[in-house]
């Protein structure tokens, strides 16, 4: 069995306040593992986004404990967290949130320049990253310029130039065609296989199924299914638009 | 390089509306203050410029006289005491006042008359551009400043007026020499002032002494102090400052320039601190995104603050040059803005204080909001 990076177990998250109140997430045990791919599906409103914070340290969950590649994240302070973010994460979102007055290149650099990794190697780095998702052409472009799949690619080389040990991704191909949405998940799952990094990512569209090594679904706040490296698209329909 | 800087930058210069709205505020804010400041030297400058011009290293006043314009008078007697005391090179005595000057026209207008004795050449006209001031010593010979004119009802030497009733011939002419309290100064020689001022010969205003070269400054200070009684003895520069605090700070202008200055900055800060919370507002979620990527809340700070430090400077940098122009426009008139060296360097360390506390309201903002709710939409 692979390394283990995020051990998180009994988690439960209430959000909002008074009659706001909403348990987003009821009790949740997930091990995500490095070289894994795994996809986690639902409905919408069942906690995706939720769990996905909580496990990526954006999130304090309300009880249970996690544990980010060794650290236990219950009582570290906010800073702590952001070091933990910083040394063993990296996100990517539905919306790419790039930063719309820097280029390309400038993107990915931002995520060592807070490393405090300057300089002409992080020039460097941050193209050589921008080229593993295939925009080394784009790296003057401002996200303006470029289209919805090539700033999703930016934004996922800007999560992974860092060398993150876990990759978190909410539902990044939700705004993107087929193919844009499929040579994004192969980056994704790339990331895992080759790169020997544990992947999460959300998604509502049944046609990634096929890329993960393991789907978790989660309904209500609780997960329906945590069978580990289950090869479950094996039982999937072949009608999948995003064959790998 | 640290992408700190290009992310402020361009986080600044995103938005031109509000950038140029900011500028116009630090500006706004810079310059007054400047021309507060500068007022203050300037009149700071302006109130000494007799005491600047006499040639005296002590000065003997009656008890109690707050400036150089101050009516009161001592006993000339004092004069010959002062002059026995070893290392005095020479005593003279000054009178001055106001008094009444009668155009041509007939129109009567206050001046001020600066009488020192000529021969000892201690207080004398300077910035002459026109005549000889020897011809002071003529009867009814005065010098006044070109940029009186108008006031004074006289065109060139030559031209005639009356002093308390007599008759005076303009002998040379100076150029800017001017006075703060915009009562022209005529200088005229000592027998005269007395006249004009209606000073009786036994009384001066002051006495000016001027040590010998070997004298000990502060030994013939006190041999002339226990000479002269109840009169006091001043040092130039301490006679300089007690005149510079009377007008500034004893007539209440200078707490008025500092008010107005006060004002400036604190204007300014709102400006600042809005448009800098404005522009951090609309950033929040790329703020967050940096939470996300796991960047110290110091690397927000950072850009903050560096955004508050560009603004600062190109404000700054703006604002100097509204000042030189203004110091420029200024120049001749009788209360001209003074901006030394050093205002300007106080200046651009106000400006960056003021910008940087502008940005702890954005900061304060920025760490409020929890960076997981962009996410969550
Ligand atoms: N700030 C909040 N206050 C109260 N309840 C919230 C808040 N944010 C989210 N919720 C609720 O928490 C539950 C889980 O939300 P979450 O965003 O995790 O769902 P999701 O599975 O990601 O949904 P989607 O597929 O639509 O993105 C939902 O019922 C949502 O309405
Ligand atoms: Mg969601």
């Known amino acids: 069995m692979n390394e283990i990076i995020i051990e998180a177990t009994g988690i439960k998250k209430t959000l909002g306040r008074g009659a706001g109140e909403v348990k987003a997430l009821r009790g949740i045990d997930l091990t995500l593992r490095r070289g894994e791919f795994t996809l986690l599906m639902g409905p919408s409103g069942s906690g995706k986004t939720t769990l996905l914070l909580v496990l990526g340290c954006m999130l304090a969950p309300s009880s249970g404990t996690l544990t980010v590649c060794g650290t236990r994240t219950s009582g570290v302070d906010k800073e702590g967290l952001a070091r933990i973010r910083r040394d063993h994460i990296g996100f990517v979102f539905q919306s790419y949130h790039l930063f719309p007055t820097l280029t390309a290149a400038q993107n990915v650099q931002l995520a060592l320049d807070i490393r405090h990794e300057r300089g002409r190697k992080a020039g460097k780095r941050a193209r050589e990253a921008l080229n593993l998702v295939g925009l080394e052409q784009k790296a003057d472009t401002l996200p303006g310029e470029l289209s919805g799949g090539e700033q999703q690619r930016v934004a996922i080389a800007r999560a992974f130039v860092a060398n993150p040990s876990v990759i978190l991704a909410d539902e990044p191909t939700a705004a993107l065609d087929g193919n844009n949405g499929r040579s994004i998940m192969r980056i994704l799952a790339d990331a895992a296989h080759q790169r020997e990094r544990a992947v999460l990512v959300v998604t509502h569209d049944p046609r990634v199924i096929p890329f993960a090594d393991r789907i978790v679904e989660i309904e209500d706040g609780l997960l329906v299914d945590t069978g580990s490296g289950e090869p479950e698209r094996l039982h999937l329909p072949k009608t999948a638009a995003f064959r790998p | ?377």
């Open chain 2, 1 to 377: 390089m640290s992408l700190v800087p290009t992310l402020a930058s361009r986080n600044l210069f995103h938005d031109r509306l509000r950038f140029v709205a900011t500028l116009v505020g630090i500006v706004f804010s810079v310059v007054l203050v400047m021309i507060q400041m500068g007022l203050f030297l300037g009149f700071g400058r302006m109130v000494t410029t007799m005491i600047d011009h006499a040639s005296a290293d002590l000065w003997v006043l009656p008890k109690g006289a707050k400036c150089f314009e101050d009516p009161s008078l001592l006993d000339a007697k004092l004069r010959d005491k002062v002059a026995s005391v070893d290392g005095v090179a020479s005593v003279v005595p000054l009178v001055i006042g106001f008094s009444d000057w009668r155009l041509e026209s007939g129109e009567l207008t206050p001046v001020f008359v600066v009488g020192a004795d000529l021969r000892d050449r201690s207080l004398e006209p300077w910035n002459v551009v026109e005549g000889d001031v020897r011809a002071l010593s003529q009867s009814g010979a005065v010098v006044v400043d070109r940029s009186y004119y108008d006031r004074l009802g006289v065109s060139k030497i030559g031209s005639t007026a009356e002093i308390r009733g007599r008759r005076v011939k303009v002998v040379a002419l100076t150029d800017g020499i001017r006075s703060f309290t915009t009562t022209p100064y005529v200088f005229v020689d000592l027998k005269n002032a007395r006249t004009y001022t209606g000073t009786f010969p036994d009384r001066a205003s002051d006495l000016l002494v001027r040590l010998k070269p070997d004298a000990d400054r502060d030994t013939v200070l006190k041999a002339v102090r226990a000479q002269v009684g109840e009169h006091e003895v001043l040092t130039t520069d301490e006679f300089r400052s007690r005149s510079r605090s009377f007008w500034l700070f004893g007539t209440g202008a200078g707490a008025a320039l500092f008010a107005g200055a006060l004002l400036g900055v604190i204007v300014g800060t709102v400006i600042v601190a809005q448009t800098l919370y404005s522009s951090t507002k609309d950033h929040l979620s790329e703020f967050a995104t940096l939470r996300a990527m796991g960047s110290s809340n110091g690397y927000i700070y950072r850009v903050i603050i560096y955004q508050a430090l560009l603004n600062a400077i190109i404000g700054f940098i703006i604002a100097t040059a509204i000042g030189a122009v203004v110091v420029e426009m200024t120049a001749k008139s009788a209360l001209p803005i003074v901006i030394t060296p050093w205002l300007i360097a106080a200046l651009f360390v106000l400006t960056v204080v003021m910008c940087v506390a502008s940005a702890i309201g954005a900061i304060v903002r920025v760490v409020r909001i929890d960076p997981a709710t962009v996410f969550m939409r």
